[in-house]
């Protein structure tokens, strides 16, 4: 069920120095669908050979997104992107949920997307997914696609192609 909603591509973030760098030093945040939103320039991505090597499969732009200590996001599916690859900055007390279900009004089968250790994941967007984070600061390091394709086109191209 797992690979259905997200899959561990394997790789950690290398560039996480530069990464919170930018973030302490920033003041150039924008709002970003109810976040607060930072442009990671090129230049500091393609350090990370990851990165590097994604990019010359699928063009991409890269950011970080702020999510304020005691808050929510709702159950939403991303309208603007259909699958992301995303990396949690830091081990802050936070839970990324999808809906494998919908039991009635109220109550909904979930799976946890389990970030962790600077890890990059594959999510599927286009499942209900909600956002809840406790009493830090939360920045998830993300990329945004320029992509015709969903989730299980890029999960495929992953399985058999693998970085």
């Not at 919908?102 to 990059?120: G, M, T």
């Amino acid at each position: 069920m797992s690979n259905e909603v997200y899959f561990d591509l394997g790789h950690k973030l290398s560039i996480y120095d530069d990464i919170k760098q930018l973030i302490d030093e920033s003041g150039e945040w924008f709002n970003y669908i109810n976040f607060k939103g930072l442009q990671v320039p090129h230049k500091i991505a393609m350090k990370d050979a990851f990165l590097q090597k994604l990019y010359e499969r699928h063009r991409f732009s890269i950011g970080v997104l702020k999510m304020m200590p005691y808050t929510i996001y709702t159950w939403h599916v991303d309208n603007m992107r259909r699958f992301t690859i995303n990396c949690l900055m830091d081990d802050v007390k936070s839970h990324c949920l999808f809906a494998t279900g919908r039991v009635n009004e109220y109550v909904h089968n979930v799976i946890e997307l389990p970030y962790s250790d600077r890890k990059f994941f594959l999510a599927n967007t286009d499942i209900p997914h909600e956002v809840m984070n406790f009493d830090q600061t939360r920045y998830l390091f993300t990329l945004m696609f320029d992509s015709p394709y969903d989730y299980f086109y890029i999960l495929e191209d992953f399985l058999k192609n693998p970085i």
